[in-house]
């Protein structure tokens, strides 16, 4: 990594207020620009946030808007209404007041006598995903975004429902998160030693559980609508860098955009990366000058200079090599790969069917356990997030394998599989994993889908299974680019059970699969595509110069990952630190303290049994001068027929109670 603390252009920061244009609230930006921008006005640039610039996004706020700004541009971070040092309460997630905030700040922007008129504005996770939604109401000065780690459909690929089914990991602990970092305080040294704890009360006066919400609306409906810019994507009209990586979950987002969107407004870039910006140098690597890129991307459309990014292939992704099982890479083997267009010409479908013509039907019944092999449906660069070696898993499973491959086999895009099956049961879930399964044995997952049997006519429905009657289902797996080498074998793994990342049916069921009318689908890219073209490089990461944070360790840590099995009870217990950062203390003399835990359990042969609690406390103190503190729990459990949910959080100031509120839900398991 190389650091810059000089640049063409002086900077300069500043804190100020953004009027909205619902009532008398303001949101709280910093700004970092050119010194000269008022007689030399610049671009802007919004990264538009809940996760306060002040403490959680300092560090990595530091590394971008201060380079961006050096580079000409006026880089804004503003935090959203209700959060960090803004003013008003909190809402929902990606709810229409947060973006008729941001088309506010993007106007406001483009007003200013420092900036030329032209916005862009970008982000990740949800600051990719508000960049998005923001582009397709189309204020006028907004010409381009930069989307990392998004999602352009809110039911489907999102932390709440993936094929129809519950998010049994995501939708209970970004809930309990949520819960959390709503309730925290605006700081005193931005918004006054005399309004923080009035605004921190009204703030956690107004709180209701996301969890709540996100239960009530088990199909694809109005609520999931909104926000999901694949519903018309030609409501786009600035220009779009999708950016994913092949370890986060929101990747297929990238190959849906450069699919649909045309092509002189969108570009795509995949690496193997994680949830997490592309030059942080977290793992999975390599690492590339991802701010450069991004520079290219602003010079072309914001200040109208041919950089030629929009000579490059319409998707650049990175091409996996084979590779033992683990929980953790380094750098992942492999190389990039350009296609002109998606769905690419470099890819051809190849079909294999799971069985012979003579096969015997096959019974699926797994463990409800099956699943804690998974890895972290968020990886963000930790130790333990990507999954084991499959083994366990597979023996929970059926499996298909083919023969020993006899040469490599490149595959690029999102495989299929197709199974002609019968449920015992009204109710229930199939789940395929594709697995890369060396001569030893060890098996290396590659890509995973999953299917609640409701929604296999529609995510906007429910229509329950005819026991005894067989149907042709076919599902996506999430998109990879992956490389098998001769001598190994693919392996389909079938299940109907994926615990904790799918919320099991209320009863115990079974699937009955028809082999010889099932197959994987596979898109197998041609190596040799490509090889007369330019090879595609990056620059090495640069970032401005780091925020001099302090990071503190526990002396004693627990697992990030901790799987025990109480063998009387039949009980498999999860524990997960999600690691997001920790204790550290900030230049100002903030010191910020964070600790989370999320416990799954669940018994062998009870779907019931399933249990999910997210526990976190956060603590913020200044020398004497102040002190808050925030303790929330989430839970949530269900019978047959409903979800059950409990939430409390309790807020402190100055070791006094400054809030305790529970809150006690049911809702009916209507798909779920």
Same mark, same amino acid.
């Given at each position: 990594?190389k650091?810059?603390d000089?640049f063409?252009?002086?900077?300069m920061?500043?804190?100020?207020w953004?009027?909205t244009?619902?009532?008398?609230t303001?949101l709280?930006?910093r700004?970092w620009?050119?010194?000269d921008a008022?007689?030399?006005?610049?671009?802007?640039l919004?990264e538009?946030?809940?996760y306060?610039?002040?403490?959680?996004t300092a560090?990595?706020?530091?590394?971008?808007h201060p380079?961006?700004?050096g580079h000409?541009?006026?880089?804004?971070?503003?935090?959203?209404?209700?959060?960090?040092d803004?003013?008003g309460?909190p809402?929902?997630?990606y709810?229409?007041?947060?973006?008729a905030?941001?088309?506010d700040v993007?106007?406001?922007?483009?007003?200013?006598p420092w900036?030329t008129g032209?916005?862009?504005?970008?982000?990740i996770?949800w600051?990719?995903?508000n960049?998005l939604q923001t582009a397709?109401l189309?204020p006028?000065?907004l010409?381009?975004?930069?989307?990392?780690c998004?999602?352009?459909? +809110?039911?489907?690929?999102?932390v709440?429902?993936?094929?129809g089914?519950?998010l049994?990991?995501?939708?209970?602990a970004?809930?309990?998160?949520?819960?959390?970092?709503?309730?925290?305080?605006?700081?005193p040294?931005?918004v006054g030693?005399?309004?923080?704890?009035?605004?921190?009360?009204?703030?956690?006066?107004a709180?209701?559980?996301f969890l709540?919400?996100w239960?009530?609306?088990?199909q694809r409906?109005?609520?999931?609508?909104h926000?999901?810019v694949c519903?018309?994507?030609?409501?786009?009209d600035?220009?779009?860098l999708?950016v994913?990586?092949?370890?986060?979950p929101?990747?297929?987002t990238?190959l849906r955009l450069?699919?649909h969107?045309p092509?002189?407004?969108v570009?795509?870039l995949i690496?193997?990366?994680?949830?997490?910006?592309?030059?942080?140098g977290?793992? /999975?690597?390599?690492a590339?000058?991802?701010?450069?890129?991004?520079?290219?991307?602003w010079?072309q459309h914001?200040?109208?200079?041919?950089?030629g990014?929009?000579r490059e292939?319409?998707?650049?992704a990175w091409?996996?090599?084979?590779?033992p099982?683990?929980?953790s890479?380094?750098?992942?083997?492999?190389r990039?790969v350009g296609?002109?267009?998606?769905? /690419?010409?470099?890819?051809?479908w190849d079909?294999r069917p799971?069985?012979?013509?003579t096969?015997?039907?096959?019974l699926?019944?797994s463990?409800q356990h099956?699943?804690?092999?998974a890895?972290?449906f968020?990886?963000f660069?930790n130790?333990s997030?990507?999954?084991?070696d499959?083994?366990?898993?597979?023996g929970?499973?059926?499996?298909f394998?083919?023969?020993?491959l006899?040469?490599?086999?490149?595959?690029?895009?999102?495989?299929?599989?197709?199974l002609r099956l019968?449920s015992a049961?009204?109710?229930?879930?199939?789940?395929a994993?594709v697995?890369?399964?060396?001569?030893d044995?060890?098996?290396?997952?590659?890509?995973r889908g999953v299917?609640?049997?409701?929604s296999?006519?529609g995510?906007?429905?429910a229509?329950?299974?005819?026991?005894g009657?067989y149907?042709t289902?076919?599902?996506?797996?999430?998109?990879?680019g992956?490389?098998?080498?001769?001598?190994h074998?693919?392996?389909?793994a079938?299940?109907?059970?994926?615990? /904790?990342?799918?919320w099991p049916?209320g009863?115990?069921g079974e699937?009955?699969?028809?082999?010889?009318?099932s197959a994987l689908?596979?898109p197998?890219?041609?190596?040799a595509?490509g090889a007369?073209?330019?090879?595609i490089r990056?620059?090495?990461p640069?970032?401005a110069?780091p925020?001099?944070?302090?990071?503190e360790?526990?002396?004693?840590?627990m697992?990030e990952?901790l799987?025990?099995?109480?063998?009387?009870k039949?009980?498999?217990?999860?524990?997960?630190?999600?690691?997001?950062?920790g204790?550290r203390?900030?230049p100002?003399g903030?010191?910020?303290?964070?600790s989370a835990?999320e416990?799954?359990r669940?018994?062998?042969?009870?779907p019931?049994?399933?249990r999910a609690v997210?526990?976190?406390?956060? +603590?913020?103190? +200044?020398g004497?001068?102040?002190?808050?503190e925030i303790m929330a729990?989430?839970e949530?459990r269900?019978?047959?027929?409903?979800f059950?949910m409990?939430s409390r959080i309790e807020?402190r100031?100055?070791?006094e109670?400054v809030?305790?509120?529970?809150?006690?839900?049911?809702t009916p398991?209507?798909s779920?």
């Amino acid at each position: 990594m190389k650091y810059r603390d000089r640049f063409d252009r002086q900077v300069m920061r500043e804190d100020v207020w953004i009027p909205t244009r619902a009532g008398r609230t303001r949101l709280h930006a910093r700004i970092w620009r050119p010194t000269d921008a008022e007689h030399t006005p610049v671009p802007a640039l919004l990264e538009y946030l809940p996760y306060r610039k002040t403490d959680w996004t300092a560090p990595r706020d530091a590394q971008r808007h201060p380079w961006y700004a050096g580079h000409g541009y006026a880089s804004v971070r503003v935090d959203i209404r209700g959060h960090g040092d803004s003013e008003g309460t909190p809402g929902d997630e990606y709810d229409a007041q947060e973006l008729a905030d941001g088309v506010d700040v993007v106007n406001w922007l483009a007003e200013q006598p420092w900036c030329t008129g032209k916005v862009g504005m970008f982000g990740i996770s949800w600051g990719g995903f508000n960049s998005l939604q923001t582009a397709a109401l189309a204020p006028e000065p907004l010409k381009a975004i930069v989307t990392v780690c998004s999602t352009d459909d +809110r039911y489907d690929n999102d932390v709440h429902y993936t094929g129809g089914a519950v998010l049994g990991i995501d939708m209970l602990a970004w809930a309990g998160t949520m819960l959390a970092f709503t309730a925290r305080p605006p700081d005193p040294t931005s918004v006054g030693e005399d309004r923080w704890l009035p605004m921190w009360r009204e703030r956690l006066d107004a709180l209701e559980p996301f969890l709540h919400t996100w239960l009530a609306h088990q199909q694809r409906d109005a609520y999931w609508r909104h926000g999901s810019v694949c519903e018309d994507y030609t409501a786009i009209d600035a220009a779009v860098l999708a950016v994913g990586g092949w370890h986060d979950p929101y990747r297929d987002t990238v190959l849906r955009l450069v699919e649909h969107l045309p092509d002189e407004r969108v570009r795509g870039l995949i690496g193997p990366w994680s949830h997490q910006y592309p030059d942080r140098g977290l793992p /999975p690597g390599p690492a590339i000058g991802f701010l450069q890129e991004t520079l290219r991307w602003w010079d072309q459309h914001l200040k109208g200079e041919d950089t030629g990014i929009m000579r490059e292939p319409k998707l650049r992704a990175w091409l996996n090599d084979p590779v033992p099982p683990a929980t953790s890479y380094d750098v992942m083997p492999g190389r990039w790969v350009g296609e002109p267009n998606w769905p /690419p010409p470099s890819v051809t479908w190849d079909e294999r069917p799971l069985g012979e013509a003579t096969s015997a039907p096959v019974l699926v019944r797994s463990p409800q356990h099956t699943g804690l092999d998974a890895g972290r449906f968020f990886p963000f660069g930790n130790a333990s997030d990507l999954p084991p070696d499959q083994r366990e898993e597979d023996g929970r499973s059926v499996c298909f394998d083919s023969a020993p491959l006899p040469e490599r086999v490149e595959i690029l895009g999102r495989p299929r599989v197709r199974l002609r099956l019968d449920s015992a049961t009204p109710r229930a879930h199939v789940i395929a994993r594709v697995c890369d399964v060396a001569p030893d044995g060890s098996s290396t997952l590659v890509t995973r889908g999953v299917l609640n049997l409701l929604s296999r006519h529609g995510r906007d429905r429910a229509v329950e299974w005819t026991p005894g009657t067989y149907e042709t289902v076919e599902f996506e797996l999430n998109g990879i680019g992956y490389a098998f080498p001769p001598g190994h074998r693919i392996r389909v793994a079938v299940s109907d059970a994926y615990w /904790p990342w799918v919320w099991p049916h209320g009863e115990r069921g079974e699937l009955t699969v028809r082999p010889a009318e099932s197959a994987l689908l596979l898109p197998v890219r041609d190596p040799a595509y490509g090889a007369d073209l330019a090879p595609i490089r990056f620059e090495e990461p640069e970032q401005a110069a780091p925020l001099p944070v302090g990071y503190e360790r526990p002396a004693e840590p627990m697992p990030e990952r901790l799987v025990t099995h109480d063998v009387a009870k039949g009980e498999w217990t999860l524990e997960v630190d999600p690691n997001y950062g920790g204790s550290r203390t900030y230049p100002d003399g903030l010191r910020y303290e964070e600790s989370a835990r999320e416990t799954y359990r669940i018994r062998t042969d009870d779907p019931l049994s399933a249990r999910a609690v997210s526990e976190w406390g956060i +603590r913020l103190r +200044r020398g004497d001068d102040w002190d808050a503190e925030i303790m929330a729990r989430t839970e949530l459990r269900a019978t047959a027929t409903e979800f059950i949910m409990d939430s409390r959080i309790e807020a402190r100031a100055d070791g006094e109670t400054v809030v305790k509120r529970a809150w006690h839900r049911t809702t009916p398991r209507t798909s779920a």
